[in-house]
C-alpha cells in the first residue's frame, strides 16, 4: 500500500506546490539495473525518456498511475519505490540541534528542503530545524517556518513533534517581546502533555520557556514555580545548558521580590554551569550572553559598578561572537545605567540610544519601552523637561499596547516621582 503522506501536495523552498508521489531515486535506479533496461526501454509507453531521467535524479515526482506502471515493468513492488518515512537527514539535524551547530542546520535543513522528493513528515522536520537555527538571530522569519512545520507534522502522525513546533514558536514571539508567547508556550504544553510516551527533558524545556515568558511578564511567583517544576519533571535529565537556563530564570525572579541572597546564588550556578558547558562543547551561545548581562544588571543594583562592568562588556562581547542582535540591546541599557550612575550623563545617553536604535531595527517593543524610559530619565537630570515628558509618554504608550501592566505601573510610578521631584533609587526592571 502506498504511504499516504508521499501523496499530499507539499510545497518546495521557494513556496511552489509540488505534484506528484515522494519517490527514492536510488531505488528506481537500481531496480532499472537490475532489470536490465534502458532508458528508453523502461519508459517506452509510460512516460518520455527524459522525464524517467529526471526522475532517478530526484528532479521531479511522478504521479501514482506512473510510478504503478514503472513497478509493474521493473518487477519490483510499488512501495520499494516511494521514499521512505524517515529521512537518515533528520537524525544530523537532529545531531545538530544538540550541538547548537546553527550554520550547518541552517544550511542542511534549506538544502532538504530543496529536494522535491520529500515525504510530508520529512518536509515538515527540515522546517522545524530550520526555525529552531535562526530563531534567535531572526525570530521573525523563523515564525511561518515553526507554523508550517506544526500542520505537516500534525498532519503526518507526529503530534509530538508538532507541539515542539508550538512550543519554539512561542520562544520566536518570546524574542520579538510579544505577549501572546505565554498563550502559545501554554498551548504547547497542554498538547504535550495529551500524549503518551513524553520526553520528559521536552517536557521540562516546555516549562523553562513558560516560566521566562511569566517572567517578561513581571509575574514572578508563578514564574519560579514553573522553574521549579521543570527541574522536578527533567531530574537528572537535564544537561547544563538548560539547567543554566532555568537557574537564570530563578535568579532573576528571585532578584525581583527581593531575594537577594538567593538571586545572588541562582546567578553563580547558573554562570558556573553555563561556563562549564561552553568549556565542553566549545562556542559562545546568546544563552551565555543574556545570562552574564543580567547578572551585571544585578550586580550593578548591589553596587558592585566593578564587577558589573565588567559583566557586562563580557556579555557585549559574547552576543558579537554568537552573531546574535536579539537581546544585545538590554546590555547597552544595562551599560547606559552604569555610566549614569557614575555620572557620566553624555556616554549613558549614547549608550541608551544605541539601544533604542537597536530595539528599533528589531522590533523589540518591551525594549524600546525600557530605552525611551531611561532616555527620559537622563533628560530629567539634565532639566530637559519636554523630552522628559515625550520619552516617558512613548514608554507608557509602548507598555500599554505591549499588556504588560505590571512594567507599565511601574514605569508610570518612576515618571510621577520625577515630576515631583522626589529623589528615589533606580526601581528593579
Not at 536510488?26 to 537490475?34: G, H, Y
Not at 532489470?35 to 526522475?55: V, Y
Not at 545572588?264 to 550556578?269: G, T
Not at 563580557?314 to 552576543?319: K, S
Request: hydrophobic share 40%; with cysteine; charged share 30%.
Amino acid at each position: 500500500m502506498l504511504a499516504r503522506e508521499g501523496m499530499r501536495r507539499v510545497q518546495d523552498a521557494q513556496g511552489r506546490f509540488v505534484r506528484g508521489l515522494a519517490i527514492n531515486p536510488a531505488a528506481l535506479r537500481q531496480a532499472r539495473s537490475q532489470a536490465r533496461l534502458t532508458l528508453d526501454e523502461a519508459s517506452r509507453g509510460i512516460i518520455s525518456r527524459q522525464a524517467l531521467h529526471q526522475m532517478e535524479a530526484g528532479k521531479i515526482r511522478p504521479r501514482r498511475s506512473t510510478l504503478r506502471l514503472l513497478a509493474a515493468r521493473l518487477h519490483v513492488p510499488v512501495d520499494s519505490l516511494v521514499a521512505p518515512t524517515h529521512d537518515p537527514r533528520e537524525q544530523t539535524m537532529r545531531d545538530l540541534e544538540e550541538q547548537q551547530r546553527w550554520d550547518e542546520l541552517e544550511r542542511l535543513a534549506r538544502a532538504v528542503l530543496a529536494d522535491k522528493n520529500l515525504t510530508h513528515r520529512t518536509q515538515g522536520v527540515a522546517l522545524l530545524y530550520l526555525g529552531r537555527a535562526v530563531h534567535q538571530q531572526a525570530p521573525i522569519e523563523a515564525l511561518p517556518l515553526l507554523r508550517t512545520a506544526r500542520g505537516l507534522l500534525a498532519k503526518s502522525g507526529e503530534p509530538w513533534l508538532a507541539a515542539e513546533a508550538r512550543d519554539w514558536e512561542g520562544a520566536s514571539l518570546y524574542h520579538l517581546q510579544d505577549p501572546t508567547a505565554l498563550e502559545v508556550g501554554r498551548d504547547a504544553l497542554q498538547r504535550y502533555r495529551m500524549l503518551a510516551d513524553r520526553d520528559p527533558g521536552v517536557e521540562a524545556r516546555m516549562l523553562e520557556h513558560i516560566g521566562t515568558y511569566l517572567l517578561q511578564r513581571q509575574e514572578v511567583p508563578e514564574a519560579l514555580s514553573s522553574y521549579r517544576e521543570a527541574i522536578d519533571t527533567a531530574g537528572s535529565l537535564l544537561n547544563l545548558a538548560r539547567l543554566a537556563i532555568i537557574y537564570h530564570g530563578m535568579a532573576s525572579g528571585c532578584s525581583r521580590i527581593g531575594e537577594t541572597r538567593q538571586a545572588m546564588a541562582y546567578f553563580e550556578r547558573a554562570v558556573h554551569l553555563s561556563r562549564a558547558d561552553h568549556d565542553v562543547n566549545g562556542g559562545v551561545t546568546a544563552g551565555l550572553a543574556r545570562l552574564e548581562n543580567d547578572y551585571g544588571e544585578f550586580l550593578l543594583r548591589l553596587g558592585s559598578w566593578d564587577r558589573a562592568a565588567e559583566m557586562l562588556h563580557t556579555a557585549l562581547d559574547h552576543f558579537d561572537a554568537a552573531g546574535v542582535e536579539v537581546g544585545k540591546n538590554a546590555a547597552l541599557l544595562s551599560i547606559g545605567d552604569l555610566h549614569h550612575r557614575r555620572g557620566d550623563l553624555d556616554a549613558a545617553k549614547r549608550s541608551t540610544s544605541q539601544a533604542i536604535d537597536l530595539a528599533e531595527r528589531l522590533g523589540e517593543r518591551v525594549s524600546l519601552a525600557m530605552g525611551y524610559q531611561q532616555l527620559g530619565e537622563l533628560h530629567a537630570e539634565l532639566g530637559d523637561r519636554e523630552s522628559f515628558e515625550a520619552c516617558f509618554a512613548r514608554a507608557l504608550e509602548m507598555l500599554e499596547r505591549a499588556d504588560l501592566p505590571e512594567r507599565r505601573a511601574q514605569a508610570l510610578d518612576r515618571y510621577e516621582r520625577i515630576r515631583a521631584g522626589q529623589a528615589m533609587a533606580r526601581p528593579e526592571s
